[in-house]
């Protein structure tokens, strides 16, 4: 599902907004994400890190267990700003977000209204996902 350039731009919005909340006092490398669901609800996520560094939880995943945790399974975009240049979604990220479909990616940086846009299966192209599974 394609959204509108103001909704892109809502979505790039709330995630640098959220992103000043952003708990990152190892890598002082603060990320927002801003989550569109079907329902029309937003749901953002910031970086939460950990002294056990591998224990952190990316801004992506934080938005997208807020939206579960809220009934939310469908998803329609995510928005995720960070740094002077634009980010994108790390690995693991990538790859829960496959979990609950193809949808479309702006990563943005932590300010300004440039963003690129792509989608997952550009992200993760041929991800593992449970309906694929053969046994
Ligand atoms: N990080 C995210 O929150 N999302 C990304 O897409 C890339 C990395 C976080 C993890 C860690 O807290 C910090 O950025 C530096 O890697």
Redesign the pocket.
Same mark, same amino acid.
Not at 46 to 49: A, Q, S
Not at 87 to 90: A, G, Q, W, Y
């Given at each position: 599902m394609m959204i509108s350039k103001t909704k892109q731009l809502e979505l790039v919005s709330l995630a640098q907004k959220a992103r000043v909340n952003?708990y990152?006092p190892? !890598?002082d490398?603060? $990320?927002g994400?801003a989550l569109l669901a079907e329902s029309g609800k937003i749901y953002t996520g $910031?970086?939460?890190?950990n002294a056990s560094l591998g224990a952190?939880?990316?801004?992506?995943?934080?938005a997208l267990t807020s939206a579960i945790s809220a009934g939310e399974r469908r998803f329609v975009a995510i928005a $995720?700003a960070?740094g002077k240049q634009p $980010? !994108?979604?790390?690995g693991i990220?990538r790859q829960v977000l496959a979990e609950f479909g193809n949808i479309i990616v702006l990563c943005a940086a932590a300010q300004g209204e440039d963003y690129k846009i792509m989608d997952l299966s550009a992200l993760l192209p041929d991800a593992f996902v449970e309906y694929n599974r053969m046994d």
């Open positions: 952003a990152c190892y !890598s490398f603060a $990320v994400a $910031v970086n939460c890190e952190t939880i990316c801004a992506e995943r934080a $995720v960070a $980010v !994108s979604p790390c990220c």
